[in-house]
C-alpha cells in the first residue's frame, strides 16, 4: 500500500512558504489564516507555531509571541528558529536572563551559525556590554564571509 506521509508533509511545506510569502508581502491576515490552517490539520506543527510567534512579535504582541515560540520549543527544543525570535522576544521584554538562556541553547547547537551571534551581539548591545557586543558581531560577519567564500 502507498503511503501518502510524503504528500501531506509536501502539502504543509507549501503551506508554510505560501503563509511566509504572505506575511513578507505585508498580508498578515491570510498569512495568520495560513498558519492556523495547518494547525487544524497538525496541531504540532512546529513551523507553523513559530510563524505564529514570528508574526506575534512583529505586530508587537509579544505575549502570543512567547505563547507560540514555548509551544514550537516543546514540540522541539532544538528548533534554531524559535531559539532566536524567542531571544528576540525577551530581549525586546527586557527579559535578559531569559534571552541569554536561549541564545546560549543555540549557541551550543549551531555555534557557526552567524544569525545568533548577530542576535547575541543585540543582546549584549542592549545590556550595555559593548566589547562583547562587537566580539559576538565579529564572530557574525567572519561566519558569513567564510559562507559566501
Not at 19 to 40: D, H, M, N, P, S
Not at 80 to 89: G, H, K, S
Request: aromatic fraction near 8%; charged fraction near 25%; glycine fraction near 6%.
Amino acid at each position: 500500500m502507498k503511503s501518502i506521509e510524503p504528500t501531506i508533509k509536501r502539502d504543509y511545506s507549501d503551506n508554510i512558504s505560501k503563509g511566509e510569502r504572505l506575511f513578507e508581502a505585508g498580508k498578515i491576515e491570510e498569512a495568520i489564516q495560513c498558519f492556523e490552517g495547518i494547525l487544524v490539520k497538525n496541531l504540532r506543527n512546529a513551523e507553523a507555531l513559530n510563524n505564529l510567534g514570528v508574526i506575534s512579535y512583529a505586530i508587537g504582541d509579544f505575549e502570543s509571541a512567547e505563547k507560540f515560540l514555548l509551544k514550537t520549543l516543546s514540540i522541539n527544543p532544538n528548533h534554531i528558529r524559535a531559539l532566536i525570535n524567542i531571544a528576540d522576544v525577551y530581549r525586546q521584554s527586557g527579559r535578559f536572563n531569559d534571552a541569554a538562556r536561549h541564545l546560549t541553547t543555540a549557541i551550543e547547537l549551531e555555534s557557526k551559525n552567524p544569525e545568533i551571534w548577530e542576535c547575541l551581539s543585540n543582546f549584549y548591545k542592549d545590556i550595555g556590554d559593548h566589547e562583547q557586543a562587537q566580539t559576538a558581531r565579529n564572530n557574525s560577519t567572519m561566519l558569513k564571509q567564510g559562507s559566501t567564500q
